[in-house]
Structure formats: C-alpha cells, structure tokens
C-alpha cells in the first residue's frame, strides 16, 4: 500500500529492493545524546562499537569537531538553524533561559525547511529537545516517532524500507537519547530504557589520566560543581564509584552502536546504501570522570567534542585535525549535500566538504596550524555538480569530495543554569593548537591550553608569562568575534587584549550592568 509523503508523493511499502532512482542522495543522520568524542577516539579501549568504527573508516572524520553549546537545548537549536545560541537567545534547557519564546526551527531558514523546499522528503524521529522533547508541527519535518528510545530504530528501518523505491530523496534523522541516561545512573535513579550490568571492578575502565582537578583549576567550575549536586550527584563519588561510572557510559555507548547497525542494515536491505550519506554526530559529551566531573556544561575538552562522522557515496576517506564548529556547519554542510544555497542566516557557518578529484590524496592539516582568519566558503556545491553524468559512469553526487581546509576560530558558549542569579557564563575559543576559556567570575577565570600536547588541560598556559602574547592574541580574537555576533552578555565579562582603547571599554560598558 502507497503511503503519501509530506509533499504528496507516493511510497512503496511492497519491500521490493530496488535502488532510489533520485540522483540526489539521501542523508540519513544519526545522532546520540551526550557522547563525547573522547570515548570513540582518546579512551577507546573499554568500548565495543564496530558499527560506529566502520562508519569512520569509510569516510571523513573531523576530530576537532566541537558543539556550541555543551547542553541539550541550546546545541540542539543551534544545529537545527546553524546559528550560535546567544543569537537564538537560548542560554539552558528551561523555559526561564530562553527569550526568544516560539522553537527557532519554525523559521524558514531552518534545516528542515531548506531541505524540504528543496524536494527532500525530512522526517524525524526520536529527541528533538530544541526546545521541545519531540519533533513539534510546523518544523519541516514529518514526526515519525516522538522521543524515546525504545522502538526507536525499529521504526526508523521500517520507514528506510519503504524508501526502496522512492522518487525523491529523505532526510531523515534518528536522534537517540542514549548514552543521557548516564544522568539516571549517577543519581541512582531508574534508567529509562533498562539498566546497566554490573561489572567487577577490576574489569572496569580505569580512571583518566585528567581524573584529578587540575593545578589553577577554574574556581567557577568547582563551585558549579557543589551547587548542582542534586543534578550531577557524584559529590560522594569514591574512585571505585567513577570507575563503574565510566563502565555504564560506555555500556549506553555500546547501546547506541546496536542502534546504528540497525540502520545500516536497513539501508542495505532497501538496496539505498550506495545512494545514502550517513552523518553520526551527538550535541555534547559527558565529563566521564575526568576533572572528577560528570554531565556537561563546563567548558572541559570532554563535554565539548564530539564524534562527527560523514560517510558515504562521494565522500572521501579522510582526517580533519583543525578544530570545525559541528553546530554551525552542519546545515551548510547538508546543503552542500543536497545541492542546497546556504540560508545567509547561517553565514557563521561552512560546508565541511568540498570537491575532490578521485586522484587526489586525502587531506589533512598538520595539527600546528593556528592562522584563525581565513575565511572559508560556505557556497554548495555547484547545481553542474549533479548533471551531467561523470565519464566514469559514476552517479553525479558520487563525485568525491573531501574535508574542507578549515582553518579559523570556533568558540562554544555556555551559561549554568540555576534558579537563582547570578549565573556562571563562560566562553571557549579554538584556534589552532590552542584552547582559551574565559568565564565570568572567580580565580584562575582565564584558561589557556595547547590542546595538540595537553588534550586533557592538565597545564593552564595564562598562568605562565612565556605564553602572554597567546594569550592576548587570543582574548583579542574572542572580543573580535563577540562584537561580530553580537554577543553583548560575553563582552561585559571578557578579558580585554593590550590593543583595546578606551573606546571600546565605553562601548561595551555604555550600560554599565
């Protein structure tokens, strides 16, 4: 039996293998909920993910790829609209820091829109959380399941299997809230889709090499840490409690790669593999133990990175080491997919991928790179991308394409979002090497660290006076980059570098508070 599409067109539901006749291909992101890329990568040895291992070995992997926001919510809506969260005027998950008011994917510009105006059938399926928990009408999307894991990718498989033989091409995105409910587990709490199992402490993952505080620890971060204890309880945590800790998260983790054989599976049995772009992605990571710290929002490399893989036809297999927004080139990225003008809304954003002729070598940036003022382009590939046919007989899309050169700042916002004022803010800004975090208060408030020696910021180099012009080149491209987007709540609070005039101190502070 037909089933009628969002824009009318009719599906297959006969199960008939058949490859999608559109010569655009279909995009299929897969996203978990709080996975640090640090588990996949840096910490890999205690966890099994094969699925999610093949998926990288296919195709271009961003290493470097940091979201905007560390929390739910406010990455989420910035993903979904390629803007950053102070834009969107979104600081936290409730109501209270949000003034924009309506969800911001309503606008027209918003990914599903984009695609959809484009003759993408979009569909979505699990978390949505920018802000609501599910997919709410008027977002681009088809709802195919609300939030929830459980039957999550059962559905989702179903819905590929229909697609067999489909005229026009989907986005679809499975949006799984695994491995968050690690949250459960460290409140000891019942966890949503089934418990963890146990295991023998000797078999548990070991502590992280970053598992103590660092020396001129943000005195922010540690008193965020006793203030949300109801929230992040793991103020009692003994050494053998962080190791169990570390077990349950990658047990969800394992979850969550089922979850994506699933749907490769599906893929394959649809006969669609070979025309699908597979994106897995998350909106933050989780602490995990290191600087005794669980959850997210703190500015740590932990909760900041996140895995992003792209696979796919006409995606080479390469590495990217320079640090890419995820957030913010996401949506230019899938436009660049689908043949797609980027929406000037999302000019702070760029494609992450680029023509590449099959013979030239993957490319990868030496990771001392630090020029941050390039300004890289944002443009879709060409519409002559697409037609006519490659010589080789190659479908058009399946030209390759490989990671873009990136080689500019990226900066992550946060806020702690508590009942009662004042709140701790706080910004991240990548260049490079080098990390510099500012937050808005308290001792040892300004961070710099080279990420490339120190990945787990166990040295704050703005404590040392051979790294002070770093450092004030730094706080010079944060204030640059704060007066650019209109980031007026950092500016009140950032250090300012040795070439600000009294000019700018009168017009950051012309409303004093």
């Known amino acids: 039996m037909a089933r009628p599409s969002p824009h009318g067109r009719a599906h297959s539901g006969n199960g008939q293998v058949t490859r999608a006749s559109s010569r655009r291909p279909n995009i299929l992101l897969i996203m978990a909920d709080q996975l640090g890329a640090h588990a996949l990568d840096r910490d890999s040895e205690f966890v099994q993910t094969p699925n999610l291992d093949r998926l990288a070995a296919s195709g271009a992997v961003f290493e470097r790829a940091y979201v905007t926001f560390p929390l739910c919510v406010p990455s989420r809506a910035s993903m979904l609209t390629g803007r950053m969260p102070h834009e969107l005027r979104i600081s936290g998950n409730s109501a209270r820091s949000r003034d924009g008011g309506s969800e911001p994917a309503r606008h027209p510009d918003s990914l599903g829109h ?97 598992f103590e505080p660092a020396p001129f620890e943000p005195e922010a971060v540690r008193y965020e840490k ?75 490399e932990e909760c900041t990175r996140v895995p992003l893989f792209v696979s796919g036809p006409g995606i080479r297999p390469a590495r990217q080491t320079q640090p890419v927004s995820m957030c913010l080139d996401l949506l230019p990225t899938l436009c660049t997919l689908a043949g797609v003008e980027v929406p000037v809304s999302a000019e702070l954003g760029a494609s992450l991928l680029v023509p590449s002729e099959p013979e030239s070598p993957p490319t990868v940036l030496p990771a001392g790179a630090d020029s941050a003022h390039a300004t890289p382009t944002s443009a879709p590939l060409p519409r002559e991308a697409y037609d006519p046919p490659s010589p080789t007989g190659a479908a058009p899309h399946q030209r390759l394409c490989r990671p873009q050169e990136h080689d500019r700042s990226v900066v992550v916002e946060t806020r702690f979002d508590r009942s009662d004022p004042p709140h701790t803010r706080g910004r991240a800004l990548y260049s490079g090497r080098y990390k510099y975090v500012v937050y808005s208060w308290g001792r040892h408030r300004e ?26 080149d730094m706080r010079a491209r944060l204030l640059e980059w704060c007066r650019k987007t209109g980031d007026s709540d950092a500016l009140k609070y950032l250090v300012l570098p040795n070439s600000a005039d009294d000019s700018i101190r009168r017009e950051i502070f012309a409303v004093p508070y």
Not at 114 to 122: I, M, P
Not at 453 to 468: H, I, Q, T
């Open 226 to 300: 006793h203030a949300a204890q109801p929230m992040y309880g793991t103020g009692d945590y003994t050494p053998d409690d962080w190791r169990a800790y570390r077990s349950a998260y990658r047990q969800l983790i394992e979850r969550v790669d089922g979850y994506v054989a699933q749907l490769l599976s599906a893929l394959e049995s649809a006969g669609l593999r070979e025309n699908t772009i597979v994106i897995f992605t998350s909106d933050h990571g989780d602490g995990d133990a290191s600087h005794r710290w669980n959850q997210k929002t703190a500015l740590f």
């Open 447 to 472: 961070q710099l660290h080279d990420i490339t020696s120190d990945p787990g910021e166990r040295r704050n180099l703005a404590v040392e006076s051979a790294f002070d012009g770093v450092v004030d």
């Open 114 to 210: 984009v695609l959809g105006a484009a003759g993408y059938d979009c569909a979505f399926a699990g978390k949505w959380h920018a802000t609501q928990p599910s997919a709410p009408p008027d977002v681009g999307f088809e709802m195919l399941r609300p939030f929830g894991d459980v039957g999550l990718a059962d559905d989702c498989a179903a819905w590929i299997g229909e697609r067999a033989d489909a005229e026009d091409p989907f986005f679809l995105c499975a949006s799984f809230d695994d491995p968050h409910t690690i949250c459960e587990y460290a409140r000891r709490q019942p966890m949503p889709y089934g418990d963890t199992t146990e295991v023998p402490l000797r078999e548990a993952p070991p502590l992280p090499e970053n």
